[in-house]
C-alpha cells in the first residue's frame, strides 16, 4: 500500500527564515502530489500540485517544491517565512487508478517566530 | 470553501445518538468522498463514491454509512456514536482541474 511520510510534525522557524518542510511518498510509479494548507478550524486549502510536468513546482503564497524522483521527495519551501504562514501543512499523493483517492501524510505544524 | 458544502458545522452527541453528515457539491464531479481528521494522522478515507448510485469503504468505515442520493449530495451516516468518533470530518470532491480535492469547511463531532 502507499504511504506518505512528512517529518517532522511541529517546525519551528523565525520569521525571515527558510522554511522546509519534508515529504517523502512510496511509490513505484510517480503519483500526482500535493501540499496542503490548513489554518485553525478551516478546511484546506490546495497549495501546490505535481502532476508530471515541470518537477519544480510554484504554489499560491510564494511557496514551492520539488519533485524528486530518485529520493522519492516533494519537499515544499519557502524562502522568507511569515507570520501568516503558521498554519498546518499536509503533503498528499493520489495513486493511479485508485479512483481519485488521496493518501495523506501525517501533517507537520509550522510555527513561526517573531 | 465554495464549492462544497457541509452541515453541521459543530455537532455534540452522546454516546450511542446517531446523526447525519451532509455534504452537497455543486462542481459537477461525479466523485466525493468522506475524510476524517485526528491529531498526528493526517486525513483518512472513510467511505467515497465514484459515481451517483456507487459506494466503496475507505480506510477506515467501520461504524458508518453513507448514502450517494443523486451527484451533488454525498452523506455520513453515524448510527451508534462512539467517542472513538470523536473527530473533524470533510467531504471532498475534485478540484477544477479533476486531479486534486476540493474540501468543504469540515464539521467538528464531540461524542461524549
Known amino acids: 500500500a502507499q504511504s506518505v511520510t512528512q517529518l517532522g510534525s511541529h517546525v519551528s522557524v523565525s520569521e525571515g527564515a527558510l522554511v522546509l518542510l519534508r515529504c517523502n511518498y512510496s511509490s513505484s510509479v510517480p503519483p500526482y502530489l500535493f501540499w496542503y494548507v490548513q489554518y485553525p478550524n478551516q478546511g484546506l486549502q490546495l497549495l501546490l500540485k505535481y502532476t508530471s510536468a515541470a518537477t519544480l513546482v510554484k504554489g499560491i503564497n510564494g511557496f514551492e517544491a520539488e519533485f524528486k524522483k530518485s529520493e522519492t521527495s516533494f519537499h515544499l519551501t519557502k524562502p522568507s517565512a511569515h507570520m501568516s504562514d503558521a498554519a498546518e501543512y499536509f503533503c498528499a499523493v493520489r495513486p493511479y487508478n485508485q479512483g481519485g483517492k488521496l493518501i495523506f501524510g501525517q501533517g507537520t505544524e509550522l510555527s513561526v517566530k517573531p | 470553501n465554495a464549492g462544497v458544502t457541509q452541515t453541521p458545522k459543530f455537532q455534540v452527541l452522546k454516546t450511542g445518538q446517531s446523526m447525519t453528515l451532509q455534504c452537497a457539491q455543486d462542481m459537477n464531479h461525479n466523485s466525493m468522498y468522506w475524510y476524517r481528521q485526528d491529531p498526528g494522522m493526517g486525513l483518512r478515507l472513510i467511505y467515497y463514491?465514484?459515481?451517483?448510485?456507487?459506494?466503496d469503504k475507505g480506510e477506515v468505515p467501520n461504524g458508518y454509512n453513507v448514502s450517494r442520493l443523486n451527484k451533488r449530495e454525498f452523506s455520513l451516516r453515524l448510527e451508534s456514536a462512539a467517542p472513538s468518533q470523536t473527530s473533524v470530518y470533510f467531504c471532498a470532491t475534485p478540484g477544477p482541474a479533476g486531479t486534486e480535492a476540493f474540501f468543504g469547511q469540515g464539521t467538528r463531532l464531540t461524542v461524549v
Open positions: 463514491s465514484a459515481s451517483e448510485g456507487t459506494t
